[in-house]
């Protein structure tokens, strides 16, 4: 039984990931806060910058990391920290560039439900974040 991913398992891995983000980021946005599975917390117009929000970001990557990983990191923790800085960087990266189409990107925009507008660019932010937990070893051989 091989103890390493092959390049093309790896390959698999990436493009579930991708797949899965895809399809239920977007849709679990679609829904009522009240009904969603992953991000009851925070809505599409959370952005980093104030205490507040900041908090519900990182309150949602604990869950998150809870959820999918397993793990009970607490809302300060490194690990929590690093998903931050991802979710952070995408949503500022994004916001510099002049012109970025505020949808889904294109690949994403084939599920259904039509996925919901992305003004502040945080849709994919998520949908960054999950792929990145999906591809975590804790998810893929725990």
């Not at 990931?17 to 917390?41: I, L």
């Not at 309150?59 to 800085?85: C, F, K, Q």
Request: charged share 30%.
């Amino acid at each position: 039984r091989a103890t390493d991913p092959s390049g093309a398992m790896g390959a698999i891995q990436r493009i579930l990931a991708n797949e899965v983000a895809c399809r239920n980021v977007a849709r679990d946005f679609a829904r009522p806060a009240r009904e969603r599975r992953f991000f009851s917390r925070v809505e599409p117009n959370t952005v980093p910058g104030t205490e507040a929000t900041d908090r519900q970001i990182r309150e949602t990557i604990a869950y998150l990391h809870s959820l999918v990983l397993g793990r009970n990191d607490r809302v300060d923790s490194a690990e929590v920290d690093r998903t931050y800085d991802l979710f952070a960087g995408i949503v500022k990266e994004a916001g510099d560039q002049k012109g970025l189409d505020k949808r889904e990107t294109y690949a994403c925009r084939q599920s259904s439900p039509p996925p919901p507008e992305d003004p502040h660019y945080t849709i994919r932010a998520w949908r960054a974040v999950m792929t990145y937990l999906l591809r975590r070893p804790e998810f893929l051989y725990e």
